[in-house]
């Protein structure tokens, strides 16, 4: 964020040559791939909740041989850590010739995809050595929400959250390293119980459905244990049947405005025998879960990136337990330049 933020201003100069293409934007697509995706979805949430025109986010590969309408009216944000993934490339080419005004979130400086974009902000998270993404994605987090709440300002919508705003991202390296101090030696406790599993189902609503899916990424990317994320309103529509005695659920439930309900379906899977690892906010009622890690208190569009952070040691510390090599891990390159 920094040089971003100046007073209750968000700057973000990068995007000036393109400001009359964002004002005639009719509808928003985020485009990449992997945890770059993830990040997306947040960005397609997030600007969603601000700006009454369709933002949707769309994994490259299926973007680019897919029939999604693109014209001059379209604004396509494409999100990279390495700036060189094949499938994003190829999808931000197919972008440009449609006549889509296209902008990077990228963290590699003069990489390919910063010199095809009509505007490029980086996320400066700096070198990025793991194959797994971790900096690089809570960089993009807080970029993409910089970006989505400079986008509603340039088309005119404003939020009277403002201030609260500025407050709370000004707020946030202080409340992540709090969350680390706090909450690490939990995680560390809580991680040797995946030790052993063959599955582990992650769940949420809303934006923690994106916590969710990249929980189950990380997880599954380091520690090789099978992981998979599902929207917790949709288990009963059958991913239920795989909850067994002592299924270990790791839900989220940080959104105040659909915590109840995500306790409610957590609730219809602990009746099955599952052993639940929650993540919640300061407010939501616990009562009868046993393994719970508490965010402090933040904006609920800014409860991602805290969450972040747990869902990483957590993954990071299953692996450990499994004596896996979590920098570089088995089939996986940090950058997929082929398709
Ligand atoms: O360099 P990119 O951000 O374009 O890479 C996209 C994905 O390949 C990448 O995020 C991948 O999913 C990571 N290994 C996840 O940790």
């Not at 209750?8 to 934007?25: C, F, N, Q």
């Not at 709370?168 to 969350?179: A, H, I, S, V």
């Not at 306790?263 to 300061?282: C, F, M, P, Y």
Request: with cysteine; charged share 20%; aromatic share 8%.
């Amino acid at each position: 964020m920094r040089g971003r933020i100046e007073g209750k201003s968000i700057v973000l100069p990068e995007l000036d040559p393109i400001l009359g293409r964002i004002l005639r934007a009719d509808h928003v697509l985020w485009i990449a791939c992997g945890t770059a995706y993830h990040a997306c979805v947040y960005g397609q949430m997030v600007l969603n909740s601000l700006v009454p025109i369709n933002s949707t986010a769309i994994p490259a590969s299926e973007f680019r041989y897919g029939n999604y309408y693109v014209d001059k009216n379209t604004l396509c944000i494409f999100v990279s850590q390495s700036g060189e993934t094949a499938d994003t490339l190829a999808a931000i080419k197919r972008a440009k010739s449609s006549g889509a005004a296209t902008i990077a979130v990228a963290n590699v400086l003069g990489s390919s995809l910063t010199r095809i974009a009509d505007a490029t902000v980086y996320t400066c998270a700096g070198l990025e050595i793991a194959v797994a993404s971790t900096k690089a994605y809570t960089a993009q987090l807080t970029l993409i929400y910089l970006l989505a709440q400079k986008l509603a300002e340039i088309m005119g919508y404003s939020t009277r959250e403002h201030d609260e705003i500025i407050t709370y991202l000004n707020e946030l390296d202080r409340l992540t390293q709090e969350t680390i101090d706090i909450a690490k030696p939990v995680i560390r406790e809580y991680a040797s119980m995946l030790k052993n599993e063959h599955d582990v189902y992650f769940i949420g609503r809303q934006l923690d459905y994106v916590s969710a899916m990249e929980g189950a990424l990380k997880l599954k990317e380091i520690s090789y244990i099978h992981a998979d994320a599902y929207y917790a309103g949709e288990l009963k529509h059958g991913p239920i049947a795989l909850i067994q005695d002592q299924t270990v659920v790791i839900a989220f439930a940080t959104q105040p405005e659909v915590a109840s309900k995500t306790i409610s379906n957590i609730k219809e899977t602990v009746a099955r025998g599952a052993k639940i690892i929650l993540i919640t906010d300061q407010n939501t009622p616990a009562e009868g879960f046993t393994y719970v890690i508490r965010i402090p208190e933040i904006r609920p569009d800014l409860a991602c990136i805290i969450s972040a952070v747990i869902f990483q040691f957590l993954a990071y510390y299953a692996a450990s337990d499994r004596g896996c090599d979590i920098d570089k891990p088995r089939n996986l390159a940090k950058s997929v330049t082929v398709e």
